[in-house]
């Protein structure tokens, strides 16, 4: 569950329109690679039929994408100065989001993985209240959320496995400098497993068994970073969901695959090179990754 909004972006690189974006539309695109995806989501009237048509084509199940009177979500934003780490938001048009809260087809009500993608913590909260015992739920925020609904994303923290957030939120949420310490702390509320993501310098995973740091893949040049977190998210769910079990062995492959889904995103504006991306050559990545790093 989450957004699937239009995206507007300015890069150093160039400037694209009403782009198929959203944080629940960039996390299916990746664990499609993986696992079977039920994408839930509210888009208004105006929303193009040929990204539906693209989603559906990428065997993306869409029951519970529906379609409200009103406008989409859209999101202008712009890179600037070269700093491809900070998007700075120069529109925000929330439309349907606001009023209308994503509803599960009653047949998808019995899925086990459940990822709360980036939204409202309370409607993340009310949307996990709709699944019938969910085995592993994962869950993403971000900053706004943070800094004024703090007690809802500590209330919803309770009821996950896993939290995937960056650096930044970390230390925002726990009011700790140290990574470590955060994700300590983050584990105190209640989920199992933390990963802090660190843009170009890989992330961390912690949980009370395991705590190991992989790097990020490197690249001569990013063209546009938007939609990379929730890439990284979909390649984590996805991989777990496929392992069908959470050990060392199977958190640093999801992790891996994870990286090398978010490094294809970037190389291109919204889903460009991840949506025509195929597993063969994630797996080719994946090969020069090992090499890379010897493991």
Not at 6 to 18: C, F, I, R, V
Not at 92 to 108: A, D, S, W, Y
Not at 118 to 142: A, C, R, S, W
């Amino acid at each position: 569950m989450g957004t699937v909004a239009l995206d507007t972006l300015k890069t150093p690189h160039g400037e694209k329109k009403d782009l198929l974006g959203g944080s629940a539309a960039h996390f299916a695109m990746s664990a499609r690679h993986f696992a079977p995806v039920n994408l839930a989501a509210v888009v208004g009237e105006d929303f193009p039929k040929k990204h539906i048509t693209l989603l559906k084509n990428k065997k993306i199940n869409t029951n519970s994408l529906t379609i409200e009177k009103g406008c989409t979500f859209r999101w202008k934003g712009e890179y600037k100065d070269g700093d491809l780490n900070n998007a700075c938001t120069l529109h925000t048009e929330l439309g349907v989001i606001i009023t209308c809260i994503p509803r599960v087809n009653p047949k998808q009500k019995n899925i086990k993985n459940v990822f709360l993608a980036n939204y409202d913590p309370d409607i993340q909260y009310e949307f996990l209240q709709q699944m019938h015992k969910p085995t592993f739920v994962g869950m993403d925020t971000m900053n706004l959320w943070i800094h004024t609904k703090k007690q809802s994303v500590v209330r919803l923290m309770k009821k996950v496995d896993i939290l995937i957030l960056n650096d930044t939120e970390a230390r925002d949420l726990t009011s700790e400098k140290n990574l470590i310490k955060a994700a300590k702390a983050i584990l105190s509320h209640g989920p199992k497993m933390v990963i802090i993501k660190k843009g170009e310098h890989g992330g961390i995973f912690y949980s009370k068994n395991h705590l190991f740091a992989l790097p990020a893949y490197p690249l001569e040049e990013v063209i546009d970073p938007t939609g990379a977190g929730d890439t990284f998210a979909g390649g984590v769910m996805g991989y777990l969901t496929k392992a069908k079990k959470i050990n060392s062995k199977t958190l640093i492959k999801a992790l891996s695959y994870a990286t090398i889904l978010s490094s294809f995103n970037v190389e291109g504006f919204g889903m460009e090179k991840t949506a025509g991306l195929s597993l063969g050559k994630v797996e080719e990545r994946m090969k020069v990754f090992r090499e890379f790093f010897r493991f």
